[in-house]
Each structure stands twice: as structure tokens, then as C-alpha cells.
């Protein structure tokens, strides 16, 4: 059988192109691996404008806990950084359900899902990609496609078969536990922790999702994450002290900024096998699925007008504001890799919340370096940089 289009992976950034690719009457397959959405781990943390973008209401069915804000804690945790206020409101979803929300929407306009099919390889010949061959159960099965959509993820196939370049592709591993009878205050802050000692070129979080359960997890550059988890949980015995692991995952997230190629002649990439992740937070969901959304209706447009080069229009179209704020984000990374546990201290003394989000989120970063430049060794190490 012939589809219009084939997608690989119902993540948020698939589930989101086959919305658009069916809306508009093609035939769209999403073919993915797992036996159910949402196995992945993930801290589940999305800014309320997520559900803008995934064009549903914020169902209190699809939400786990609502968010006011945040606290960054520098490593030596003797001041934070507060954020809050109605600009930084979020949700820590429930994962799993927000996806079946989005694939029940995909579904009810027409398009066909496929669980436990793994795709294997693709055949790519002359800067086209031909069919694909995917594994369901025991069996084997090829399937064609007019438009091929790799949404599959970190370590994506379809990148690879298809030999996007993946040059400037850079990962951190993270672990994270799902802990239950923590002891956590104020449930609607989540709380972010920085430090060299703490977690070395990345950072640990604490996310309640409820009065009984928690994500907790970490992200390291360099060394074993398990290690620096154990000892953060172990340090900060006041949330953790009767607290028990129930489930353990991980995985990698994409830090190094969005491909330089994200369409190859009949195939786009999007979402985190594109690197479309906000590089100093880890946060995918809501930059996957802005993807997802432009890739589905570049692919409708080009089977409309029967002209592959429509698909061009995605990276332009991504570009402003999301590929800018990712590289916005990259900037600030690169520049916060290189800080000491005394300079990350001496931030915490002088940025507010609305620094942090827009350092962190690659938005106003100008204004944040003209800040710093009145400081005697911040301006030095950071504000000229990020100029
Ligand atoms: C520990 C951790 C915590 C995170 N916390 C947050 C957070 O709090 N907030 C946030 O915004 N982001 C977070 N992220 C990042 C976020 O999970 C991703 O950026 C987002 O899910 C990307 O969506 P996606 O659709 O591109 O990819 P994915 O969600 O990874 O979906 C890809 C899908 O493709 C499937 N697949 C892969 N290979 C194949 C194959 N060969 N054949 C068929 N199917 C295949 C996979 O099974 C998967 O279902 C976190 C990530 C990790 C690892």
C-alpha cells in the first residue's frame, strides 16, 4: 500500500504533522515502535501556551499538576532565583494521556496508527527516500510513501538512513526517577538546581506531579548521571527521607541545536530528531509540536500543489521564532558550561526571574547581557559574550 505520507514516531511532534496532513484529506500512517505513547521518561513540564499550540484546552484529565513557577538554585542553595508571576503559569502534564489526546485528534481525521511497528531501515536513493521497512511483531513489512517524516526521535533512523547531516547532533544523557511520599512544599514550584558538584554541565529538578508522586531527575555532561542523582536525592533529605523510587528511566535530549538539514528531497525531520529543543532547559514538547504543525502543513501543501520545493518552506517558517530561539538558548549554554560554582552564586545575586526565562528560553538575551555588564566579573564572562 501507498500513503501519502509515512511518519515515524507518535511523539508530540508526529502526532502533530499527521493532524495536519489528514485535516487536509491525505492518507497519513504514523508507524511507531512501542506497544503504548508516552513510555519514554520525560519531566512533563510544558508552559501553559503548550496547549495553544497543541490546539486543545488544557483538560484537567491531561494535567497532572499546575504550575506557578520555579526556583533555580545556585549550588552553594543559599538564594534562589524565583520565578512566578501569570507569564511563567505551566502544567506538569500527564504524558502518556496528553498523547493519546493528540492521537485521538489525529485519528478522528482519518489517520491511520500503528503500534509495535519498528522501522529498520529506509531506502534512500537519488536524494529520495522510497519505502520503508518496519518490523511488526515477527513479520516483516515494506511500506510507500509519497512524503517520508522522521519524528522518531533521538537516534532517529530516519536521519540516519536517510543521512541527514547530524554533524552538529549533541546529546546529554539524563536519568530520572518517579519517587513517591516525598515531602515537597509548595507543589507548584518546581525547583531547578545548578552546580559542578551538583550536576556537572546541566542540572537536577524536582517536579511534583501530585500529593503522592514526583519526577526527579538530572541531566550530566561527562560523567555517569545515576551517581550525581543518588547524591542529589541523598543531599536533600528534607523532600526524599521516606521517599521511595517507583520507576526509573532516561534517556538522551538534544543540546546541540537544530540541524543545519532538516529536509532531504521527499523526507523532513522534526522534533528532537531534528535537535529542536530549547538547549539550556532540555524542553522539547512544545518546540516538537510547533514542528510537527509546520511540517504537516508544508507536506499538505506540497501534495495539494503536487511540488516537493513547497517543503522548503519549513525551515524557513520554523526559523522565526523557534530555530532563533533555539540558537539564542545554545548561545547562553555554551556560555553557562564554562561558569564556576562561585560565578553561578554571584548570578543568583543579580538576575530575577525574568532573566532567567529569557536566558533560558533564547527570548531577550541582549537585555539580560546589558544587565550584567555593570558587574565586575559577570560582565566579563558573560555579557560580552552573549552580546
Ligand atoms: C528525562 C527527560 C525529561 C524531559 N523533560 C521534559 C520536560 O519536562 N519538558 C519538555 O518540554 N521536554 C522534556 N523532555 C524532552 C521531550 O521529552 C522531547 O523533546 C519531546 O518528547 C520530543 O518529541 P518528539 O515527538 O520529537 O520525540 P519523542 O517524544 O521521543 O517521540 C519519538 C517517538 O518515535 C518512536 N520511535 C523511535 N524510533 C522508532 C522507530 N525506529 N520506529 C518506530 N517508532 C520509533 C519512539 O518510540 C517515540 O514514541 C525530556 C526528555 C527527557 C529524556
Known sequence: MEYDAVIVGAGPAGLMAARKIADKGFSVLILEKNKDLGVRACAEAVSASAFETAEIPPSPSLISNSINGAYIYPPDEKKYVKISGGNYRGYILNKPLFLYALASIAASKGCDIKMQCEVIDVEFSNNRAHYLKYR??????????????????????????????????????????????????????????????????????????????????????????????????????????????????????PVGGQLNELVKGNVLLCGDAAGQVIPLT?????SSME?????????????????????????????????NRISKSLKVLRVFEELSDEDLNALAEVLVGEDVVDLANGLDIKRVAVKLMSHPVLALKIAYKLI
Not at 552538529?168 to 545548578?194: A, F, G, H, K, S
Open 282 to 286: 532540555g524542553g522539547g514538547i512544545r
Open 136 to 253: 511488526y511483531k515477527d513479520e516483516w513489512h515494506y511500506v510507500k510513501f509519497k512524503y517520508l517524516i522522521g519524528a522518531d526521535g533521538v537516534g532517529s533512523i530516519v536521519a540516519r538512513s536517510c543521512k541527514f547531516d547530524m554533524s552538529n547532533y549533541e546529546i546529554i544523557p539524563t536519568i530520572q526517577y518517579v519517587m513517591v511520599n516525598c515531602n515537597i512544599p509548595e507543589r507548584d514550584m518546581i525547583r531547578i538546581y545548578l552546580g559542578n558538584e551538583v550536576a556537572p554541565r546541566g542540572y537536577a529538578w524536582i517536579f511534583a506531579k501530585n500529593e503522592y508522586v514526583a519526577n526527579v531527575g538530572i541531566g550530566v555532561r561527562g560523567a555517569p548521571a545515576k551517581p550525581y542523582l543518588e547524591k542529589f536525592i541523598e543531599s536533600h533529605g528534607d523532600f526524599f527521607k521516606k521517599a521511595k523510587i517507583i520507576k526509573e528511566g532516561g534517556g538522551g535530549v
Open 291 to 323: 514542528a510537527g504543525k509546520i511540517v504537516g502543513e508544508c507536506v499538505a501543501k506540497a501534495l495539494e500543489a503536487n511540488d516537493s520545493s513547497l517543503l522548503n518552506e519549513y525551515p524557513k517558517r520554523y526559523m522565526n521564532p523557534w530555530g
